[in-house]
C-alpha cells in the first residue's frame, strides 16, 4: 500500500526514482548529460523539500539553473510526464498531490517564459 511524501528521505526516493527514469529516454539524456547528478541530486532534494515539507534555506533560482541548457518547450511535457508517473508509482496522498500540482505549475511557468535555442 503506498502513503504520502513524509520526510526528506521519501523525496530523496521520489527523485532517484524520476531520474532513473527520465534519463532512459534518449532527448532527456542527452539534455543532461553533462549533470553531476551526484553533486546535483541533494541540491533538486533540498528544493523539493522546501516545497513539500517547509524546509527553510532554499533560495537558488531554479529557472536560472536550467537556462543554459539545450531544452525545447516540448521537454518540459516530457519530464512533467515522467515525475507525475514517479510520484504515483511511490506516493498517494495530500503531499503527493501536491508535487504533482507544483510540478504541474513549474513546467507551465517554465514553458511560458522560455526561449528556445537552435540545437
Known amino acids: 500500500m503506498l502513503k504520502d511524501i513524509e520526510n526528506k528521505q521519501d523525496i530523496e526516493l521520489l527523485i532517484h526514482t524520476f531520474y532513473g527514469e527520465l534519463l532512459k529516454i534518449g532527448r532527456m539524456k542527452e539534455i543532461f548529460k ?70 504541474s505549475v513549474l513546467s507551465y511557468t517554465f514553458k511560458s517564459k522560455w526561449v528556445e535555442k537552435p540545437l
Open 34 to 103: 553533462n549533470i553531476n547528478f551526484e553533486e546535483h541530486v541533494p541540491n533538486i532534494v533540498h528544493f523539493w523539500s522546501f516545497v513539500l515539507l517547509d524546509e527553510e534555506g532554499y533560495k537558488t533560482n531554479v529557472y536560472d539553473k536550467h537556462v543554459h541548457l539545450p531544452i525545447l518547450k516540448a521537454d518540459f511535457d516530457t519530464w512533467l510526464e515522467v515525475f507525475t508517473a514517479s510520484v504515483d508509482k511511490l506516493f498517494v496522498g495530500e503531499k503527493a498531490d501536491m508535487a504533482k500540482q507544483r510540478a
